[in-house]
């Protein structure tokens, strides 16, 4: 496998990340740097350890995974974009994260996001584990591409989401869960 193809994966799996970090760039009235890094980091560092996971997996975790993984992101994806358009209706006098507010940008939060928009790279892994394909590049390619996407969806999301505020917040939740439903949708359809 060459590294446009490895590029085009990694292209791929960081768009989850990259449209959830629009969506949670919206929720800062200015652009953060650090937030904005930490959500790079965390969106980088899980899209770089799934495929690890799943490559190390090999085989013996494919059927297991494939029976839940769908699931899982639906799950996650739901619930969190769920809350989000829910607050987006109740948004108080509140102008940044805080009070009973979730945050995206909360350590918490953040996991619960970076985990379900990385499953999908499970999956990658396991595939790469089956194709006989050395799992440092790939790792490496995945990890600063989502890193560089969330970023940029962040400062995007800043920049923009002034204009729509709190629709851009509900729409955000209302894309979360639309992923998962894809997710969901396309596995249980037999087309993942």
């Not at 930490?38 to 085989?59: H, I, N």
């Not at 987006?88 to 009973?100: A, L, T, W, Y």
């Amino acid at each position: 496998m060459g590294f446009l193809e490895i590029l085009f994966i990694a292209l791929g799996l960081s768009l989850d990340a990259f449209a959830v970090s629009v969506a949670s760039g919206a929720t800062m009235k200015r652009l953060h740097v650090p937030n904005a890094i930490k959500m790079g980091l965390f969106f980088g560092g899980f899209q770089a350890m799934m495929p690890v996971l799943g490559w190390a997996a090999g085989l013996a975790m494919k059927d297991f995974i494939a029976g839940w993984d769908h699931w899982v992101a639906f799950t996650l994806l739901s619930a969190v974009g769920g809350k989000m358009v829910y607050e987006s209706f109740r948004i108080k006098e509140e102008e940044e994260c805080g009070g009973d507010k979730t945050c995206p940008f909360d350590t918490g939060t953040l996991t619960v996001l970076a985990i379900a928009t990385s499953i999908d790279a499970l999956a990658v892994g396991l595939t790469f584990s089956l194709l006989h394909i050395s799992i440092i590049a790939p790792v490496l390619i995945i990890g600063a591409v989502t890193f560089l996407m969330s970023l940029a969806g962040v400062k995007i999301g800043s920049k923009g989401g002034h204009f729509f505020e709190h629709k851009i917040e509900a729409a955000g939740g209302l894309i979360l869960t639309g992923i998962g439903l894809k997710i969901l949708i396309s596995h249980l359809s037999g087309k993942a």
